[in-house]
């Protein structure tokens, strides 16, 4: 459905200037164009394939139905038609967006913003497209731009939705935005003139979206003060844009500077507290927002939860700071760590009987008689075998507590678990996980660790118990 008209629509013509502007397009690229059925995805979908021809690119379309309309089955087939009318494939996929959300614990908004980008990933690496492209506008820049000053957000915050990022995860797939520098007004006028059709989504005019409230309420009491409100605060966007690159090349020194390793994506971050001490009190907030957007794939989080994480390098360990969420700040030792999804410690004790499986806190303990001759020792920590001649018939699973001891494998005596546990450097919040494997009075395993020295086998053994930690 790619028009071969001589002359380019103006609309069309700014598109392809702001995508050229950012890099948008080099040509030669294969695109993933994100299709919700509404006006402003449709109107892109439009400009990318009269684009597509003079700028010597592919693209295909993409659909996540959130599941949170019943008519959204209706959308996806609606997104399927106009993929076959543009002759362009187009993967569909679904999620249940309000039940994960309660499971979890976040937000509806939050919970489909995740799903719907883990959706365009995975179709983008598994079919290797180059770029996602979204339908945000300048209306939707303005509205967020707010969203995140009313947050207490700092410069990359205040910045707006970028033009263009790598998607989460590392790679080099590109989420670009074309039409972030078109006004909704501008986009129905193109919609209108081409005859284009389009979806209305009901759940926009809803009051449950904090989205819905600022794009009905607050921005529509801000044109009666500045009917041209939008473009300045896209304006702003982007001179706060350029600020926050200006200081991009300082705070990723910064935060190499402070990592103490190799974040894990998605689950936490350490940061170094010396080194944050030494750095300018703007720069620290920075370098912990960057950190935490890049690494857990979030928007900005408030100033006032940046400056709650950061007044742990005054405290001493075990202080902890929510940031807000599912997000947590702790104080181990020389380090702060952030979390996310921070594990809900539950004290944990557990009778059964020699040679069963339990499960308990997300692991299953599986133990058996071992009677295939020697034992094979491994060195994972989730495997033991103990000398079952000297356990009772029944066992206990539980939380190690203060004052726990026990006589480590290999060492002379006894010893503190506690300090055990430092011994071994086991984080502060992962240490708060830690299990043992008792015989109601004695530690016989600290679990995924070392056994005691009492319960090894020997070669007077008669009986060996095989003791199994597995992930439920």
């Known amino acids: 459905m790619v028009r071969k008209s001589e002359t380019i629509d103006p609309f ?30 449709v109107v892109m979908l439009d400009v990318i394939a009269r684009l597509s ?37 187009a993967f569909v996929a679904s ?10 614990g976040r937000s509806v908004e939050e919970t489909a913003r995740r799903e719907r980008y883990a959706f365009l990933e995975r179709i983008a690496r598994r079919h290797r497209y180059d770029t996602v492209m979204t339908g945000h506008t300048a209306d939707d820049n303005a509205e967020t731009l707010m969203m995140n000053l009313l ?35 501008q ?102 927002q960057r950190a935490m957007c890049e690494t857990f794939d979030i928007p900005p989080i408030s100033h006032v939860a940046v400056e709650r994480g950061l007044n742990l390098i005054w405290k001493e360990t075990g202080a ?38 339990v499960e308990i806190a997300g692991l299953t303990l599986k133990t058996s008689f071992f009677d295939n001759g020697k034992p094979k020792f491994v060195s994972n920590g989730k495997v033991e075998y103990v000398d079952a001649d000297r356990l009772p018939e029944k066992l206990t699973i539980r939380s190690w507590r203060e004052g726990d001891r026990f006589h480590p494998l290999g060492m002379k005596g006894e010893k503190k678990l506690s300090d055990f546990l430092i011994d071994q450097k ?11 494997i008792t015989d109601g009075d004695k530690i016989i395993w600290v679990c995924g660790m070392r ?12 009986r060996i118990l095989k003791m199994e930690l597995q992930t439920i």
């Open 320 to 357: 902890r700071a929510s940031l807000g969420g599912r997000f947590e700040a702790l104080r181990d030792r020389d380090t702060i760590v952030l979390l996310k999804n921070p594990p809900v410690v539950r004290d944990v004790d557990r009778l059964f009987d020699i040679g069963d499986s």
């Open 451 to 462: 056994i005691d020295e009492r319960f090894k086998v020997n070669p007077k053994t008669q």
């Open 95 to 104: 999620g249940d967006v309000r039940r994960i959300a309660d499971e979890e």
């Open 426 to 436: 086991i984080p502060l919040d992962r240490k708060r996980q830690v299990m043992v």
């Open 53 to 89: 021809v003079p700028l010597r690119f592919s693209f295909g379309v993409a659909h996540f139905d959130h599941g949170l309309r019943e008519s959204s089955t209706v959308d996806a087939d609606f997104v399927r038609e106009l993929a076959t009318r543009y002759r362009v494939k």
């Open 187 to 288: 986009i129905e006028e193109y919609a209108s003139a081409s005859e284009l059709k389009w979806r209305e989504d009901e759940s926009n005019q809803s009051g449950e979206f904090t989205r819905n409230r600022v794009r009905h309420e607050l921005m529509a009491l801000l044109r009666t003060f500045n009917p041209n409100v939008v473009e300045t605060l896209n304006t702003t966007a982007g001179l706060m844009r350029d600020f926050d690159r200006y200081l991009s090349s300082a705070v990723e020194a910064a935060l190499r500077g402070t990592t103490v390793e190799e974040p894990v994506h998605g689950e936490r971050i350490l940061l170094d507290v010396r080194q944050l001490r030494h750095l300018q009190p703007a720069l620290r907030g920075e370098v912990v």
């Open 12 to 41: 069309v013509e700014s598109v392809r200037r702001f995508m050229r502007l950012h890099e948008m397009s080099h040509g030669g690229e294969s695109i993933l164009v994100a299709v919700s059925g509404g006006i402003d995805s």
């Open 151 to 185: 947050r207490g957000s700092g410069v990359t915050g205040l910045a707006g939705i970028p033009p263009t990022r790598r998607l989460a995860g590392g790679g080099t797939v590109i989420v670009a935005r074309p039409l972030l520098g078109q006004s909704r007004h």
